[in-house]
């Protein structure tokens, strides 16, 4: 059966599988992302991604696949196609050649994507969008991102970057995003941002930031739906997740204040359905978009 090498490349782990057309994970393998002390941290680190794509590639015919392209999910910034990437929580890559050089090394198709588009198109393919045909993905973690999914085809817009939602201004005024502007979701909304306004890391927070957390996603979600005509909006990473109930209750509330015009009335927001599977599904999902085999959505 012919499969995707899926790898999903994080500031605290790589991970990489096979995955099949159907949307199953196989032969899974996850290592530490490399810190520093090597001459060249940037090689260090690609040897380690290149010996963890091996050992995957290794265990293939064991489980009756044949991988026949790469799929990435990377953090950003990158230029489009993930020819250079430069992803924030991983100091080691600036302009770094990913796509280029994992081709190179997998003799495969390969395919680089934003790792916050990649998990909305997997949640689209297999998770909490499954036949949904627009709707918003969204991670809130240590930052936040996302993904937008528009008459069943993800967004890529000029320079590959659209859906960052984590950059739609939620507070006039408010705090001083890393991209320089003031009252950014991000710099408001994520953990980082939780932490730099607690004090305490984004887990220990109380119900009251719980609470403002949920809202201003909500109206992030909530100005994105009445923007594009779209009424879902699903939410992954830790940040969200470890926040649960109370959290997708405040979310839901201030979605329901902020869509108030006919279309986008009755808009929802709900958890990300595929957990800690969500970003190696996410990246095959890239990688059989890249050979432009359908994945269907809707
Ligand atoms: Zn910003």
Redesign the pocket.
């Known amino acids: 059966v012919d499969a995707v090498l899926a790898v999903d490349i994080g500031g605290t782990k790589l991970a990489a599988a096979l995955v099949t057309p159907d949307g199953a994970v196989r032969a899974r393998r996850t290592v530490p992302t490399a810190v520093g002390g090597e001459r060249d941290p940037a090689d260090a680190l690609f040897g380690q991604l290149a010996a963890l794509v091996e050992a995957v590639v290794a265990d293939a015919p064991a489980a009756g696949l044949r991988p026949i392209v790469c799929g990435v999910g990377c953090g950003g910034p990158m230029t489009p196609g993930g020819d250079e990437v430069s992803p924030i929580n991983i100091a080691a890559w600036r302009g770094f050649p990913l796509r280029g050089r994992l081709a190179d090394h997998t003799r495969l198709p390969t395919f680089v994507d934003n790792d916050a588009k990649a998990l909305a198109l997997g949640e689209g393919w297999r998770g909490a969008a499954a036949g949904v045909r627009d709707y918003v993905g969204m991670v809130v973690s240590t930052g936040v991102g996302g993904g937008i999914v528009l008459d069943g085809r993800l967004l890529d817009g000029a320079g590959g970057n659209a859906g960052h939602i984590?950059?739609i201004i939620v507070v006039p005024g408010g705090r001083r995003?890393?991209?320089?502007?003031d009252g950014?979701v991000?710099?408001e909304a994520s953990g980082t941002a939780i932490a730099a306004i607690t004090g305490r890391p984004a887990a220990d927070a109380g119900p009251e930031i719980v609470a403002r957390t949920g809202r201003l996603i909500g109206l992030a979600v909530g100005s994105v739906a009445n923007l594009l005509d779209l009424r879902l909006a699903v939410v992954a990473g830790s940040v969200a997740l470890g926040f649960g109930d109370p959290f997708f209750a405040a979310a839901q509330a201030q979605l329901d204040a902020t869509c108030r015009i006919s279309f986008a009335r009755g808009a929802v927001v709900r958890p990300a359905g595929l957990g800690e599977l969500g970003p190696l599904v996410g990246a095959a999902a890239v990688g059989w978009r890249g050979l432009g085999r359908h994945v269907e959505i809707g």
């Open positions: 984590g950059h995003c890393g991209c320089g502007a950014c991000e710099a």
